[in-house]
């Protein structure tokens, strides 16, 4: 059997994969990069709707979540948000600044990202085999044996940028966990996260595809902790849209802890409740004798008005109705209409996986691993999540330049 021997073998032929290979062969590397997949980067393709929110002006710590937030910051400043910039632009991507410092290129096209890398990749001579699903790491006293489907390949270092279990239909699943966990790695409890949530609203099915905007808070175990305003969908299951997905983090990791989750819709963010109150009352008093669900036509979208009413305990006539009391109790709904958190989606939903590989095995200078000696680990595999907004491909980049480097000069250190 023909084995193929390389410097620096890359498992996973992803965001922080491809990354990793161009950053070792630029190091002077021979790389060897195998994907499980018919392609490398189906994950990139989808992100940003397409888009590739690639990055995010803003990155700090605070923008990740896991058992060690801080282990981001070395690698975060070693590959930070302006080298990712000129990464890119030096490949010809050019790039644009959107709201919340969300960077995007400017052709609006997550394949020309894709392209760049995979052409850079090819100029350096980086041996990409799709198709080549790795199923064991063996160490050995010269390097490590990589098993996969044909000849296994032999390297001197591997960076394992394998991912986590988001969206199995681009590529996830628990390889990668399995591959770690096995060369003596302990995991971090992992649940979805950046996914929508299950609510017990009862109007659900009848609200589905309605669009709000509005403040959304979340309540955990009675403390009102965040808010997000923004574009809400009803779905049948509940609620989606970016303030939830960016609120699912938190509301995910309470839920998958045991406390209880709540979330207050605020209808009316730029309005006092007593101003509403006002309003209504007025608006009550106006209509008369005309039912109550006519009576808050333009109100707010028509599709909410029952279900608020109802929420309120409100029927019948607008005049029976125009006492300040029962118009503070309908403002009140549309400030804070309280619903309780009962679930996620499930991985199929979830753009990312949280949890992951324990940082405390991965040492941050350069994320080899304190277990294996040789083996180092990139991206979502780790037990880092991002907010959304890009900081999610910005750890992919920067833990896969920071991974591919390092394995490349521990090689030519040992000798
Ligand atoms: C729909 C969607 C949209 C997103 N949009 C954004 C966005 O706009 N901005 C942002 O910052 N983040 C976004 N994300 C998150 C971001 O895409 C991921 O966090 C990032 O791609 C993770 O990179 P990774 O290299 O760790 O893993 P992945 O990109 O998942 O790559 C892992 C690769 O390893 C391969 N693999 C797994 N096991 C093996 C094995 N045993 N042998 C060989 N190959 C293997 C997989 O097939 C896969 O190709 C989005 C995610 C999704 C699902």
């Not at 980086?126 to 490590?144: H, Y």
């Not at 279990?165 to 302990?186: D, F, V």
């Not at 709540?262 to 209509?287: C, G, I, N, V, Y």
């Not at 599709?303 to 109802?310: D, E, G, K, Y």
Request: net charge neutral; glycine share 12%.
């Amino acid at each position: 059997m023909s084995r193929e021997t390389h410097t620096v073998a890359v498992v996973g032929g992803g965001a922080s994969g491809l990354m990793a290979a161009i950053a070792a062969a630029r190091a002077g590397a021979s790389v060897c990069l195998l994907e499980r997949q018919n392609r490398v980067g189906r994950k990139v393709l989808a992100t940003g709707n397409g888009r590739c929110n690639l990055s995010n002006t803003t990155v700090t710590e605070k923008n990740y979540h896991g058992k060690n937030p801080g282990f981001v910051n070395t690698v975060l400043q070693r590959f930070c948000v302006q080298d990712t910039l000129a990464f890119f632009n030096n490949l010809g991507i050019l790039t644009t600044v959107e709201d919340d410092g969300e960077v995007y290129p400017l052709c609006a096209q997550a394949s020309a990202v894709l392209d760049a890398l995979r052409f850079e990749g090819q100029r350096l001579g980086v041996q990409t085999v799709v198709g080549a699903e790795v199923n064991r790491i063996v160490p050995g006293t010269q390097g490590f044996t990589l098993v996969h489907e044909g000849p296994p390949t032999e390297a001197s270092a591997v960076v394992l940028a394998a991912g986590g279990k988001a969206m199995p239909q681009l590529g996830g699943g628990e390889s990668g966990i399995r591959l770690a966990t096995s060369l003596g790695h302990r995991l971090v409890p992992v649940y979805a996260g950046l996914v929508p949530l299950k609510t017990d609203c009862p109007y659900n099915r009848q609200l589905k595809g309605t669009k709000v905007n509005a403040l959304v808070t979340l309540d955990i175990a009675g403390s009102s902790t965040l808010s997000q305003r923004g574009e809400v969908l009803f779905a049948e299951y509940g609620l989606s849209g970016p303030p939830l997905i960016q609120l699912s983090m938190s509301a995910a990791e309470a839920l998958h802890y045991g406390s209880k989750v709540r979330l207050m819709l605020d209808l009316f963010p730029e309005w006092d409740p007593q101003t509403l109150t006002d309003h209504l009352q007025s608006r009550f008093e106006k209509a008369g004798d005309t039912p109550l669900e006519q009576a808050l036509i333009g109100f707010c979208n028509k599709r909410l008005i029952l279900p608020l009413l109802a929420t309120a305990g409100l029927s019948g006539t607008a005049s029976a109705f125009s006492s300040i009391a029962f118009a503070s109790r309908l403002a009140a709904v549309c400030k804070a209409w309280a619903m309780t958190i009962t679930g996620s989606l499930s991985y199929n939903e979830a753009h990312v996986m949280c949890g992951g590989i324990d940082c405390a095995d991965v040492d941050p200078e350069t994320l080899q691993s304190r277990q294996v000696e040789g083996l180092y680990l990139t991206g979502e595999l780790l037990d880092v999540t991002g907010d959304c907004g890009g900081y999610n491909l910005q750890w992919a980049w920067s833990s896969g330049h920071v991974a591919g480097v390092q394995a490349a000069q521990s090689v030519f250190k040992r000798g």
